[in-house]
């Protein structure tokens, strides 16, 4: 069996960024730069007044002083004249410095009368001003290629001159599930049947990372309900194929049995991980498939460790692989087995930091205990027993995991 590390590598070397794509800033929100962004206009694009008040010669403000008012400069309409020595221009915030200014005096610290003008106190010279290319210089390159885009960034690439931007198009996932014990959600399960769960948070996950993901519900434990499916993701031509359940050796998990005859090339099966063990990579011609494990919090782990980082990579983005935290355990634990384990846990703060606690039960069909969980804790597979206190490494769930 592989390391959850060697097989993650397997899957991320394997795949490669998608075409890139123009799309419009308003729909470009947390999507992937294709390219690097440069800046098509400098801003400011000339010098401008910080403060509302008056432009001058820094060296004519001399404290009781006269000066002569001759215009205005406004935002959006400059004075056109030169400012020559002893006068000065009447000026706002954000408009263009006249010629021949080199300060702006705040109008607390002059007294106007007429066209008259006394300064009350000094300024220096360059006080007031924001200079031509102070925010960005044409040229520049603001951002680089595989940047998630933020809301800020976004109003920047605006005011670069940006209107549409290169990115990367959006990976289309579709995820079968498998089994003659499954109903979609809001069907009422028969005698011997469960609810199908799991497609419907792989399918968040897979939109909150960037994905369009496709549901193709529900094919029966059969050759022929596998093979249409097969059919159909192969008229649709999705980036990435994720099926669930059907992946372990019971007589009626046919999938690694049934894809192989209809010409899947498997390049994996089995990870030494607890849970998902039984996972599947595989390749339909140019599509890679995800099989994975039918009980719901082994498909939620790998889709969590595997699936995002090859959404990741195929969206050109350079941060691919979850991060890892350090708490201290709030409970003894057992020695480990020979698989990587991924308990589910809470977490709370302690006398030492971030304390952890896993779960006591960690069957992997109990779903409402990784929707409680605050993180997994990752334990090395081998690991010796390990005590309260003990530091260890724990990967932290959000919003869209
Ligand atoms: N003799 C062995 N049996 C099993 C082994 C093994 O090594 N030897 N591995 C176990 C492990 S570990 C796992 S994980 C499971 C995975 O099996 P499958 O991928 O074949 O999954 P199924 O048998 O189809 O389903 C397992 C379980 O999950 C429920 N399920 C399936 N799909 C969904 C879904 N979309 N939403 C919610 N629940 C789902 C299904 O009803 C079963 O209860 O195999 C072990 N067995
Ligand atoms: O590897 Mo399985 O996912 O433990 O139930």
Same mark, same amino acid.
């Given at each position: 069996?592989?390391?959850?590390?060697?097989?993650?590598?397997?899957?991320?070397?394997?795949? !490669?960024?998608?075409?890139?794509?123009?799309?419009?800033?308003?729909?470009?929100?947390?999507?992937?730069?294709?390219?690097?962004?440069?800046?098509?206009?400098?801003?400011?694009?000339?010098?401008?007044?910080?403060?509302?008040?008056?432009?001058?010669?820094?060296?004519?403000?001399?404290?009781?002083?006269?000066?002569? /008012? /001759?215009?205005?400069?406004?935002?959006?309409?400059?004075?056109?004249?030169?400012?020559?020595?002893?006068?000065?221009?009447?000026? $706002?915030?954000?408009?263009?410095?006249?010629?021949?200014?080199?300060?702006?005096?705040?109008?607390?610290? !002059?007294?106007?009368?007429?066209?008259?003008?006394?300064? @009350?106190?000094?300024?220096?010279?360059?006080?007031?001003?924001?200079?031509?290319?102070?925010? $960005?210089?044409? *040229?520049?390159?603001?951002?680089?290629?595989?940047?998630?885009?933020?809301?800020?960034? @976004?109003?920047?690439?605006?005011?670069? *001159?940006?209107?549409?931007?290169?990115?990367?198009?959006?990976?289309?996932?579709? /995820?079968?599930?498998?089994?003659?014990?499954?109903?979609?959600?809001?069907?009422?399960?028969?005698?011997?049947?469960?609810?199908?769960?799991?497609?419907? !948070?792989?399918?968040?996950?897979?939109?909150?990372?960037? *994905?369009?993901?496709?549901?193709?519900?529900?094919?029966?434990?059969?050759?022929?309900?596998?093979?249409?499916? /097969?059919?159909?993701?192969?008229?649709?031509?999705?980036?990435? $194929?994720?099926?669930?359940?059907?992946?372990?050796?019971?007589?009626?998990?046919?999938?690694?049995?049934?894809?192989?005859?209809?010409?899947?090339?498997?390049?994996?099966?089995?990870?030494?991980?607890?849970?998902?063990?039984?996972?599947?990579?595989?390749?339909? *011609?140019?599509?890679?498939?995800?099989?994975?494990?039918?009980?719901?919090?082994?498909?939620?782990?790998?889709?969590?460790?595997?699936?995002?980082?090859?959404?990741?990579?195929?969206?050109?983005?350079?941060?691919?692989?979850?991060?890892?935290?350090?708490?201290?355990?709030?409970?003894?634990?057992?020695?480990?087995?020979?698989?990587?384990?991924?308990?589910?846990?809470?977490?709370?703060?302690?006398?030492?930091?971030?304390?952890?606690?896993? $779960?006591?039960?960690?069957?992997?069909?109990?779903?409402?205990?990784?929707?409680?969980?605050?993180?997994?804790?990752?334990?090395?597979?081998?690991?010796?027993?390990?005590?309260?206190?003990?530091?260890?490494?724990?990967?932290?769930?959000?919003?869209?995991?």
């Amino acid at each position: 069996m592989l390391s959850v590390d060697e097989a993650r590598e397997r899957i991320l070397t394997s795949v !490669a960024p998608l075409s890139a794509e123009r799309v419009p800033l308003s729909q470009s929100h947390g999507r992937i730069l294709a390219a690097p962004l440069e800046a098509l206009r400098t801003q400011p694009p000339f010098d401008v007044s910080a403060m509302d008040g008056y432009a001058l010669r820094a060296a004519d403000a001399e404290p009781g002083r006269q000066l002569t /008012i /001759i215009g205005t400069s406004q935002a959006g309409c400059a004075f056109d004249g030169t400012l020559a020595a002893g006068t000065a221009v009447r000026i $706002f915030t954000g408009a263009p410095l006249p010629n021949g200014a080199d300060a702006v005096l705040i109008q607390e610290n !002059a007294e106007r009368d007429g066209d008259f003008l006394t300064p @009350l106190a000094e300024v220096k010279a360059r006080q007031n001003i924001r200079h031509r290319g102070l925010d $960005f210089q044409e *040229g520049d390159i603001v951002f680089d290629a595989g940047r998630r885009l933020t809301a800020r960034d @976004l109003g920047l690439a605006a005011g670069l *001159g940006h209107a549409s931007l290169p990115l990367r198009r959006r990976p289309t996932v579709a /995820i079968l599930a498998t089994g003659d014990e499954l109903v979609l959600p809001g069907e009422m399960p028969g005698k011997d049947q469960i609810i199908a769960t799991s497609s419907t !948070a792989l399918a968040v996950m897979v939109e909150a990372e960037g *994905g369009i993901a496709h549901d193709l519900g529900i094919a029966r434990d059969t050759v022929a309900d596998l093979k249409a499916a /097969i059919a159909r993701v192969r008229d649709m031509r999705p980036d990435v $194929f994720i099926t669930l359940g059907g992946a372990s050796v019971g007589d009626h998990d046919l999938i690694r049995q049934v894809f192989e005859q209809e010409g899947m090339r498997l390049d994996f099966w089995k990870i030494a991980m607890r849970p998902g063990k039984p996972m599947i990579f595989g390749w339909f *011609g140019e599509t890679p498939l995800l099989g994975l494990p039918g009980n719901p919090v082994s498909a939620q782990i790998c889709a969590l460790l595997f699936l995002k980082p090859m959404l990741r990579k195929l969206q050109g983005r350079t941060d691919l692989l979850p991060s890892l935290e350090v708490a201290t355990l709030a409970s003894d634990l057992p020695a480990n087995g020979p698989r990587e384990d991924y308990m589910r846990a809470t977490l709370s703060e302690g006398p030492e930091g971030i304390a952890i606690r896993p $779960f006591d039960v960690q069957d992997s069909s109990m779903t409402r205990s990784l929707a409680l969980a605050d993180a997994l804790l990752v334990r090395p597979a081998h690991e010796g027993e390990i005590r309260a206190g003990a530091p260890c490494r724990f990967l932290r769930l959000g919003l869209s995991d």
